[in-house]
């Protein structure tokens, strides 16, 4: 379902996914972790600060649903790993909530949207202060194109190429419960 509307500043937003096309998005994420993992065994979820962790709440849910078992949740903070420190001004920095060693762990990673791979890049680096994981998978509900970095997502809820000068919104409600998923145009 698409629809598009005009605000005051003439930019153009077209609706990508709705509430029940993320919710599709990642049962179906959902599953292909546990098909190419073989099950739950070692594995965790580490959702990035703010967006990837609402995510990841959501996968270990479906998850739960799907095979019985919980998996342990992580929720990482890039921001003092950014390599963008200078250019973009103070900002505020959240908790990492990791209360278990990712030593040996099968790690998904989870992020809402993945552009440059810069986020990414900064999360693997705080990743390795938890340990040595076996691996680690990432797992986004957006790709969007334009990497500058040799980062590619293992679990993609919806590729969307966009130009690099628009944006793609992901809102959530007052229960961190996506929303939807917009396209901006300038």
Do not use: W
Not at 85 to 106: C, H, N, Q, W, Y
């Amino acid at each position: 379902m698409r629809t598009a509307r005009e605000d005051s500043m003439s930019q153009v937003e077209t609706l990508i996914l709705d509430q029940p096309g993320i919710n599709r998005a990642l049962t179906r994420i959902a599953h292909e972790i546990l098909e190419r993992n073989k099950g739950t065994d070692n594995l965790v979820l580490v959702g990035i600060r703010t967006g990837g962790d609402h995510l990841a709440r959501l996968l270990r849910d479906k998850i739960q649903e799907i095979e019985g078992k919980s998996l342990p949740l992580g929720i990482v903070d890039v921001t003092m790993y950014r390599d963008d420190l200078d250019s973009r001004g103070p900002r505020p920095v959240g908790m990492t909530d990791i209360a278990f060693s990712l030593t040996g762990e099968k790690v998904i990673l989870v992020d809402e949207v993945l552009f440059t791979g810069r986020t990414i890049r900064a999360a693997l680096d705080a990743l390795m202060d938890f340990g040595r994981p076996r691996n680690i998978q990432l797992a986004v509900l957006i790709d969007r194109g334009h990497r500058e970095l040799p980062i590619r997502a293992d679990y993609v809820g919806r590729n969307l190429p966009t130009a690099r000068d628009e944006k793609i919104l992901v809102t959530f409600d007052a229960a961190h419960l996506p929303i939807e998923v917009r396209l901006v145009k300038p």
